[in-house]
């Protein structure tokens, strides 16, 4: 005798019900947020040495534009964001605030003091135009530890902006951090089709490998409207950060309205 839905005993119902949410959540892609970085606008500031474009005001037009967390980057010769900028948006950003800084201890210290709700450590170099390459955590384990167990003392998570190479997640991964931001540029410069795929392969391998150390994912670094979507596919990629695509489209369409377009690309 078939036995009848209406039949079935609570208990069986009650299992099959917790299988359907194991499998709804095992299955459920991660839909990546968008951390807008929004450096650019401070770098129109200081060609001036005056007070506008506020990249305070911009990071209030980002989150209006659906931004799930803005970025900036204190740089050790402030040629960009100044110290008052950060403890302003300490104090008006609602999303999550990202600070990017080197592994030094004068950053670490203003961290501690502001206490955003994340630090991505990040190689620095005075005479490059942006981050150029990941951070190389095997060979300044150390100095990224100390970094990582003080801010993480205060309930700062903490994420290392690396290469996509497997041997720097594995070092990440005995630093004792929460996540790896691993850096997009080479996929975004790449000059062939098939020079993009390549660097694509590679930064899902290492998208894979990183989950499988227990770290959470983000991207970033050379992202435009136009190489997003393929990024923004990779299977778990929780954050992605993007800055001068954003800020480039903003100048010509307004900031809220730039945001709002990326964050549609990176969400479908
Ligand atoms: N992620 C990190 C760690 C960066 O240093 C930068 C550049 O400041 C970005 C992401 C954003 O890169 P882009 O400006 O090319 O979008």
Request: charged residues 35%; proline residues 17%; hydrophobic residues 15%.
């Given at each position: 005798m078939i036995v009848g839905k209406e039949e079935r005993c609570p208990a069986f119902i009650f299992l099959i019900r917790i299988l359907e949410l194991n499998f709804a959540l095992e299955s459920k892609t991660v839909m990546p947020d968008l951390g807008v970085n929004i450096d650019h606008v401070a770098t129109v500031r200081q060609a001036r040495?005056?007070?506008?474009?506020?990249p305070v005001w911009a990071a209030v037009l980002a989150e209006l534009g659906g931004a799930d967390g803005i970025t900036l980057h204190l740089r050790e010769d402030r040629r960009h964001i100044q110290d008052h900028d950060l403890y302003t948006m300490k104090k008006t950003v609602q999303v999550k605030l990202n600070l990017e800084m080197a592994a030094e201890q004068e950053m670490t210290a203003i961290a501690l003091e502001v206490r955003p709700d994340q630090v991505s450590l990040v190689p620095e170099k005075r005479e490059e135009l942006t981050t150029e390459g990941g951070l190389d955590v095997i060979a300044n384990l150390e100095r990224v530890r100390s970094c990582v167990v003080q801010l993480q003392e205060v309930g700062i998570e903490v994420s290392l902006f690396i290469d996509p190479d497997l041997d720097q997640i594995a070092a990440a991964k005995n630093s004792g951090v929460h996540a790896v931001e691993l850096h997009t540029g080479r996929y975004a410069d790449a000059v062939s089709d098939d020079e993009q795929q390549r660097e694509f392969e590679i930064l899902h391998r290492a998208s894979e490998f990183t989950i499988e150390q227990g770290l959470k994912l983000h991207m970033g670094h050379g992202l435009t409207y136009r190489n997003v979507s393929k990024i923004a596919s990779i299977p778990n990629v929780s954050e992605l950060n993007i800055g001068h695509s954003i800020i480039s489209r903003a100048v010509l369409v307004g900031m809220e309205q730039a945001v709002r377009e990326m964050k549609a690309l990176v969400t479908l």
């Open positions: 040495l005056t007070y506008e474009p506020d």
